[in-house]
Structure formats: C-alpha cells, structure tokens
C-alpha cells in the first residue's frame, strides 16, 4: 500500500506543478494585458486547488502509515528526527510548507472569487498562487537536493 501512495504522490506532484504554471501564466497574462477574468481563468485555479488537495490527501496518508512519517518520529524520537536533515524534511519541513501552501491556495481561491473587478482577481490570484506555488517547489524533493537522498523525477 505504500508503494501505490509513494508512486500516486509522485505522479500527481506534475499535476500540481502543470495546474499551477498555468494557472500563473493565465494570471500574469490578465494582469499585464488587462484582460478579462474569463472562466477559463477559474477554472484553472479551481484545477489547481483540486490537485493539491487529492496530493495533500495521498500525503497524509504516506504520513501517518508509511515510515517517514510519524513512524519515525515514534520509533526514534522527536530530537533524534530534528538532528538528521533527511529526516527532519520528511517528518517536519515538507508537510508544513505544503500544508501552508495548501491554505493560502484556499484562502486564494476565495478571495479571487470575491474581488470586485476583473484586474483585482487577476492580481489577487498571481500573488496567492504564485506564492503557494514557490513553498511548493520550496518543499518537492527534487533530484537535485542530494541531501535528502535520492528521490527520482518519476517513480515506478
């Protein structure tokens, strides 16, 4: 069961990351050119707050059962956790950043809907969106980031 999480979180993380981009690209583009806020642009948010919650949903299911989550914690203690980088980002840092992301694109998403003018819910959504959108990047556990170990870009 793990394993199918393990692998639904990592495909899904695309979605995230594709539904935000264009989610962004459909905001700067009203805010700079004035357009109008069409429904098209409420619907890519709506998409993008969709994905995060199926992702946050399959997160918290890795977390609580799988063994980076609050397994560790349990069986080695909260200071032994804090003390190795790895561990702590899975256990700690990933889950924050990604559960205030989740919020902010709520919060996002309603105050968007409730701006007064078409140029106000572009802007508003560029700033919300964008700004869940870096903590999400913030908190993936890229390739790259070789201190938290080897995580691939696809997992199968």
Known sequence: ????????????????VITAIWTIARSMK????????????NRSNLF?????????L????LYFFGPMGLKAIQSAGMSAVMQQSSTR??????????ILALIIVHIGRSVVKK????????KK???????????????IPW??????????????
């Open 1 to 16: 069961m793990h394993t199918l999480l393990l692998i639904l979180h990592s495909w899904l993380r695309w979605a995230v």
């Open 125 to 139: 959504s560029l700033a919300y969106f964008g700004i869940a959108f870096i903590l999400i990047l913030l908190a």
């Open 58 to 61: 399959i997160g918290l299911g």
């Open 143 to 156: 390739p790259f980031r070789t201190a938290l170990g080897f995580h691939p870009w696809f997992r199968f």
């Open 30 to 41: 009203g805010t700079f050119s004035n357009t109008p806020y069409t429904a098209g642009d």
């Open 89 to 98: 980002f899975f256990t700690i840092e990933h889950e924050t950043m990604m």
């Open 48 to 56: 993008f707050m969709i994905s995060c919650d199926l992702q946050m």
């Open 115 to 122: 701006a007064p003018s078409d140029i106000k819910k572009h």
